[in-house]
């Protein structure tokens, strides 16, 4: 049996400064080559003046949080919403935050909020995931 570090309506966190080179390597595999994200004189004559990291590279942030932090190994992600509600630029350090607010013992899954903050400490990514834990787990 594998029992719980994290109690509920407890933060798991995460932060990672997503660079160029990332988010390079992003938009060759995703194929989203929009030059918001690779051209730094087209993202200086648009609304954010400056190149913006993906969203969808943000919301790997929680991947990393439930694959490898909490629960960790085995644990299984069933959904994510995700609301955008600032950019993140290249180059800024961007802290991911994933709370659980619940979890059913029977069917092993547990219900967390997700949050990105950058640099200024302002919300950007808000939502809510739903993980499978590993069948051994115990809250």
Same mark, same amino acid.
């Given at each position: 049996? *594998? ?20 988010? =390079? ?6 194929? !989203? ?5 690779? !051209?730094? =004189? ?5 609304? +954010? ?12 942030? +929680?991947?990393?949080?439930? &694959?490898?932090?909490? #629960?960790?190994? &085995? ?45 200024? !400490?302002?919300? *950007?990514?808000? &939502? =809510?995931?739903?993980?499978?834990? #590993? ?5």
């Amino acid at each position: 049996m *594998i029992t719980s570090k994290v109690k509920l309506n407890e933060e798991i966190i995460f932060e990672k400064t997503f660079g160029t080179k990332e988010v =390079e390597y992003f938009a060759e595999v995703s194929e !989203d080559n929009n030059p918001i994200h690779l !051209d730094s =004189e087209y993202a200086a004559k648009s609304i +954010f003046k400056k190149k913006v990291v993906h969203g969808i590279l943000l919301a790997s942030m +929680f991947s990393k949080i439930f &694959g490898t932090i909490y #629960p960790g190994n &085995g644990g299984i992600y069933l959904s994510q919403s995700i609301k955008f509600l600032k950019p993140a630029f290249v180059g800024e350090k961007i802290t991911a935050k994933a709370e659980l607010l619940s979890f059913d013992n029977i069917k092993k899954q547990g219900i967390f909020k997700t949050e990105c903050y950058n640099e200024k !400490d302002e919300l *950007i990514v808000t &939502g =809510e995931a739903k993980i499978l834990f #590993p069948k051994e787990f115990e809250l």
